[in-house]
């Protein structure tokens, strides 16, 4: 393989941290779990990465909340990267049931956690925890935000960090997320907002201090929703409670709440619930941490780019979506799939990079319709029964909520 180490100028901390036999080194924007995933993989097989890293340290801010690992692809990354074992370990047993109530607190839909489900539900953070561990010290650098990417020459790219330090790299990937900085150096397509958002809040030790709600979220799931608005929570750990919003409305709309008084967004979010059940309610009301907003963006579903020598990306960086439960576990499945694609063919990047990219245009595309046919289940005209139809396996046309 003719790629070269990452080379630096103006930081000494990019300066070579060691090649494989054949002279590989790959840079890795983004350590989030897609990559880490991918220096994962290519530290099995030898191949070094450095990964840059905006936040200042592994524990920065909290890394959200719950995760259902799939079998078709998330675990398969992790089997890929050799982390099998210390994924079971992390599995908390029982959150893969699910609860669907009415806005009175009617119970719709009750699936129990009988442990033969695949989709075991684990922390992010904790997940995230476990792929840096499986690293050698030193991989990601921290505190290292891009400002900029600009295409040099024969294949390579340089990458400008806010402080002004810079690395230039024959082989670098974008796992930097829904505002990639990498991406501009392929295409010119950017998110553009969805037209909902979540607001997410918490409560703490529930069974104790909120029964009710407790009970209502149960041990894994609960949704509760009407067409264009929606209380979603999951149990995490012990009596934790992790709430998200959901409302159609836009951006102007949210942009009208005061979002750094709490008490101000927590009133007005909970408006838009008036006369559903107070322990559906409470999920709000009673939140302990301070709302946040989170806008659903996305890029074109079937997004796409002609290949570029030296340069590509994983994860929501290439193929954002609406959330359907598979970001996460497409992004490690990518960071995976890379990895392998750059192991098996050593003597020829680019044949790799193309390969690995058509089969992630494709999964990525049927991942992003099979979202926006979720989002018509869960916050359409026929919601809630369209979501207990699939559930069940009915077709729910004639139910109305």
């Known amino acids: 393989m003719t790629t070269q180490d990452t080379r630096s100028t103006q930081s000494a901390e990019g300066t070579d941290s060691g090649e494989s036999a054949d002279g590989t080194h790959v840079t890795i924007i983004g350590a989030g779990l897609g990559g880490l995933t991918l220096a994962r993989v290519l530290h099995v097989h030898g ?7 905006a936040e200042a340290s592994p524990t920065a801010r909290a890394q959200g909340g719950m ?5 078709y692809n998330g675990q398969l990354a992790l089997e890929t990267a050799g982390l099998t ?9 029982g959150r893969e049931a699910i609860r669907v109530l009415g806005p009175d607190g009617t119970l719709l839909f009750d699936k129990a956690d009988d442990g033969t489900g695949v989709r075991p539900e684990v922390l ?17 650098r921290w505190g290292h935000k891009v400002s900029g990417t600009r295409t040099l020459d024969a294949g390579r790219h340089e990458v400008t960090f806010s402080d002004g330090t810079t690395v230039v790299t024959r082989l670098l990937v974008g796992a930097d997320g829904a505002w990639s900085r990498v991406r501009p150096l392929l295409t010119a397509a950017t998110p ?14 529930s069974d104790t201090r909120h029964p009710a709600s407790a009970k209502a979220v149960g041990g894994g799931s609960l949704f509760a929703l009407t067409p264009g608005r929606g209380i979603l929570a999951h149990r995490e750990s012990g009596g934790t409670l ?63 780019w002609d290949r570029v ?40 990047v680019e044949g790799a990079l193309a390969e690995y990219e058509q089969a992630m245009f494709t999964r990525g595309a049927e991942a992003a319709a099979e979202g926006t046919e979720l989002h018509e289940l869960l916050y359409g005209d026929k919601t809630p029964h369209s979501l207990i139809a699939m559930f069940t396996g009915g077709e729910g046309d004639d139910q109305t909520p």
């Open 47 to 53: 191949i070094p990465a450095t990964v840059y890293e």
């Open 67 to 71: 995760l259902d690992i799939h079998d």
């Open 85 to 93: 074992d210390e994924f079971r370990d992390l599995i908390l047993e």
């Open 124 to 140: 992010r953070g904790e997940l995230r925890r476990m792929l840096l561990d499986s690293l050698p010290a030193g991989t990601v």
């Open 192 to 205: 553009e907002y969805v037209g909902m958002s979540f607001v997410e809040t918490y409560l703490f030790d």
């Open 242 to 304: 992790h709430t998200y919003v959901m409302l159609s409305e836009s951006l102007e709309w949210f942009a009208g709440i005061d979002f750094t008084d709490p008490a101000a967004v927590t009133a007005r979010i909970a408006k838009e619930f008036d006369g559903w059940a107070p322990e559906l309610t409470a999920l709000i009301t009673d939140g302990e941490t301070a709302p946040v907003l989170r806008p659903l963006n996305a890029l074109p579903v079937g997004h796409r």
């Open 309 to 348: 020598p030296g340069v590509t990306l994983l994860g929501d960086a290439a193929h954002l979506s609406v959330p359907n439960g598979e970001g996460a576990n497409l992004a490690m499945y990518d960071g995976a799939e890379l990895g392998k694609a750059l192991a098996a063919r050593p003597e020829d």
